[in-house]
């Protein structure tokens, strides 16, 4: 599966909303939202849930983590392979909360791409945006730590990292695509991110805590349209 833009990525992390049959839900949601709107969206939930919500829907789904290892006696280590099989279509990288070495990054990108995974991975501004997409990922995401969380988009308080990080990102490897993040939580911080070069975005506490989800995520959809 190649991904469509504009994307948007549904980040679940571990909140209590999102584990068990409440991942479902919030995945068949954003599977309705998806098929009204036309736009494409990804959910990444636990990796607890990762092949239960695989199972039961038709969106992309991507693993919140991949290891730079091969199948093999690594104990609890997370594998492309074991991604692969679980029927996730690929993994997000470096989140701020799951940082990464950048050789670890290179490897987990490579290992992703030798199992026809997709390759997403967060970086903290747009000097990071532009080392990471050197190791020619599917997907940079950029998502200043500081801002994750706190309902204060990027791509409204500090637009300048979103358009930074688009130019750069194109300098160095211009077949990665750029998504934005960090307080991403109303219809047009979405507009917004798109207007400055990005091809989507990042969300997670917005959807996977607001009273409809669903309803959200429509709004965000119609946004990324216009």
């Known amino acids: 599966m190649r991904p469509r833009f504009p994307l948007i990525v549904l980040n679940f992390k571990t909140y209590s909303e999102a ?8 995945a068949r949601a954003a599977e309705r939202v998806s098929g009204e709107t036309g736009v494409e969206v990804m959910v ?19 693993a919140q983590h991949c290891d730079p290892y091969d199948a093999g006696p690594y104990t609890g280590a997370i594998v492309a392979e074991a991604l692969k099989e679980a029927g996730a279509v690929g993994s997000l990288l470096n989140h701020s909360e799951r940082k990464m070495r950048l050789t670890e990054i290179s490897v987990a990108v490579g290992r992703l791409r030798d199992n026809g995974l997709i390759s997403l991975v967060c970086a903290d501004d747009p000097n990071a945006s532009a080392a990471v997409s050197a190791m020619g ?3 940079v995401a950029v998502e ?12 409204t308080s500090r637009p300048e990292v979103v358009s930074d990080t688009v130019r750069r990102v194109r300098s160095v490897n211009p077949g990665v695509h750029v998504l934005c993040g960090a307080g991403v939580s109303k219809p047009e911080d979405v507009s917004r991110a798109l207007q400055l070069g990005a091809e989507g975005v990042l969300v997670s506490s917005a959807y996977v805590k607001s009273r409809d989800p669903a309803a959200l995520l429509r709004e965000m959809c119609r946004a990324a349209l216009v």
């Open 137 to 139: 990922p599917d997907i």
């Open 144 to 155: 200043p730590p500081e801002l994750i969380g706190t309902g204060i988009s990027v791509s």
């Open 19 to 26: 584990l068990g049959v409440r991942s479902v839900e919030l």
């Open 44 to 62: 990444c939930p636990p990796l607890t849930e990762l092949k239960t919500v695989a199972s039961q829907v038709g969106v992309g789904v991507l």
